[in-house]
Every structure is written in structure tokens, then in C-alpha cells.
């Protein structure tokens, strides 16, 4: 009786025990579940950070692709506009040197003339005063020398107007050429006064691209510190210290951040944005040099030059190695124009053929 007893206090006793261990299984089971939820909720909301911030980095990408080809077509304006400039400012040294000799012609002509006037006055002078004086010596002359003596008076007196004719024609000369040099200068003024204004517009312009670069880089900041927060939160959450139980219990693990750690410069970061928006890093490469070769107008240092130095795309080694990629297909050839060996594409030659 008592051993029955015995046996029936210790029967309840393990069932209050495991009713307790039953509702403390329970109990965790439903931390962990709420646990398990909350950390899901979290990682589809950073899910969702991630992809406004990767719609944010394809269109700051697209921004500043634009820009970059804003400024490379102001560029190149620019040097054009340059060379004009320093055309212009050669042909107005050259045709100011030009007016310096015409003046000191005119000059040099006009001492002349002067130098002539003055001998055939000294001439025609000395000749009267001769004709004076042999006249009063030979007062019985014949008419025939006096008639020589006015053939020669003649001669000389239409010299003379033959001079003077041609003095004032060179005067009119002078006169037509002063004014010649007036146009021209004038004319060049008004150029160089464009080609300033030319100048101060683009400078505006160029002050307006450095400004949307900057905001540019702001936004690219901003970008990053955001992303930097996601790797954070998601670090953080993936820290979280587990819920203890009594016997082993499958945990699900919790997924590493998308975005991972890298150094927040801005050839790598840029590099790394690169490498997460296209997935096909050498297709997108390829097709970036076939399009500056479909130009016609680059060489290979030049085309080098943009793909691994500015827009940093690939290293010299690729880029070679995608240059005869593209040879041993056919697609590019090297062409000579205007003493200058450049690369043209062959896709378009095969399409009209």
C-alpha cells in the first residue's frame, strides 16, 4: 500500500516535471520562432535597401557617363577653338608684319619721290637759269636753236607731268592700300572679339560641368555611406547571441551581407560597382572598344588610353588581349589615314557586302 502510494506521488511528480520541461520547449520554440521572424523581416528589408541602392548606383553610373562624355566633346571643342585662336593670332602678327613693310615701302617711295621732285626742280632750274644766261650771252641765236631750245623746254616740261602723274597715282595707291589694312584690322578685331566670347561661354560651360561632377561625387558619398550602414545592420543582426536550449536544435543560418567590405575610395569603389552591375564585365568591355573603333578616328594608344587609364574598365593586359581577341575574329583592321595609323571596324564593310 505504501509502495503504491510512493509509486503514485513520484508518477506525478515526472508528469509535473515534464509538463514544465514541455511548456519550456514550447516556450523557446516560440522565441525562436518570433527570433527567426524578426531576423527574416530585417533581411528583406535590407534586401530592399540594397536594391534602391544598386538603382541609385546605375543611375549615378548612366549620370556620369554623360558627363564624362560632356566634357570630353568640350574638350575637344575647346582645342579646336584653340588652334583657330592660334591661327588667327599668327595671320595678325604675320599680317601686322605685313603693314610694317608696306608703310616702310610707302615711306621709302615717298623720300623718293620727294628726292625726285626735288632734282628735277633742282634740274629744271639749273636749266633755265643755263637757258637765261645763254640766251642773254647769245642774244643773235638762230631759230633753229631756239626751236631745239623749246623742243627741249617741252620735253622736260611733259616729264614733268608725267611725274607728277605718277606721283599722285602712287599717293592714290597708298591711300587704297591704308584703307585696305584698316578693313583687315577691323575685321580681326571683330574675330578675336568673338573668339573671347566663344571663350567665356565655354568657360561658363565648364564651370556648370564641374559643379554637376560635384554633386555627382556627393551623391556617390552619400551612396556609399549608405551601403557602408547596410554591411552594418546586416553585420550586427548576424551577431546576435542564440537562444539556449535544452538539446540540440537546427538553427537557420543567417545569410552574409550582399554588399561586402571593401575600401571606400573611389577607383576601387567604383571598380566593385562595376564588377556588381555587369555581370559580364567582357562582354560589356568589348563592346565598349568596338564602339570607340566604329568611330574611325582613334589609335590604339588612344583607345588604350580611355579604356585603362580614365574609365579604368580593364588592365593593359586585357585590353590587348581583347584587341586580338577582336583581330583573330575579323571584326577590327588598322587603316592609315592623314600619315596616322588607326583602327577601323570591319562589322559594317561585312554588312554592306
Known sequence: MVFAIFKGIKKREIENRFATFSEQLAHAFGQIKSDISEVNHKIDSNRRDLERVYQW??????????????????????????????????????????????????????????????????????????????????????????????????????????????????????????????DTQTRLSELLNGIKTENNELKSTLSTVKNDLDSTKKELENTKNLAKNAHTLAKSESLRPEVAVSRPVELVSVPQP??????????????????????????????????????????????????????QLCGRTSFFAYLKELKLKGRINYAEIDERQILISTDSQQKLQ
Do not use: C
Open 57 to 182: 548606383i546605375e543611375y549615378l553610373n548612366r549620370h556620369a557617363q554623360k558627363l564624362s562624355d560632356s566634357h570630353t566633346y568640350l574638350s575637344q571643342k575647346y582645342t579646336r577653338m584653340d588652334e583657330n585662336h592660334q591661327k588667327l593670332h599668327t595671320s595678325h602678327r604675320e599680317l601686322a608684319v605685313n603693314h610694317s613693310k608696306t608703310a616702310h615701302v610707302a615711306e621709302s617711295l615717298e623720300n623718293s619721290h620727294k628726292e625726285l621732285s626735288n632734282a628735277i626742280l633742282t634740274h629744271k632750274n639749273e636749266l633755265r637759269n643755263e637757258v637765261h644766261n645763254q640766251l642773254r650771252q647769245h642774244k643773235d641765236l638762230s631759230e633753229s636753236e631756239l626751236s631745239k631750245l623749246k623742243a627741249w623746254i617741252t620735253y622736260f616740261s611733259t616729264h614733268i607731268e608725267q611725274q607728277k602723274r605718277k606721283e599722285d597715282d602712287l599717293k592714290q595707291d597708298i591711300l587704297n592700300t591704308q584703307k585696305h589694312w584698316a
Open 258 to 311: 550582399i554588399i561586402p567590405q571593401v575600401a571606400l575610395n573611389g577607383a576601387s569603389f567604383q571598380r566593385h560597382i562595376l564588377s556588381r552591375v555587369m555581370p559580364n564585365r567582357r562582354g560589356y568591355v568589348l563592346k565598349y572598344i568596338m564602339d570607340l573603333i566604329s568611330e574611325n578616328k582613334y589609335s590604339t594608344k588612344e583607345i588604350e588610353e580611355i579604356v585603362v587609364n580614365e574609365k
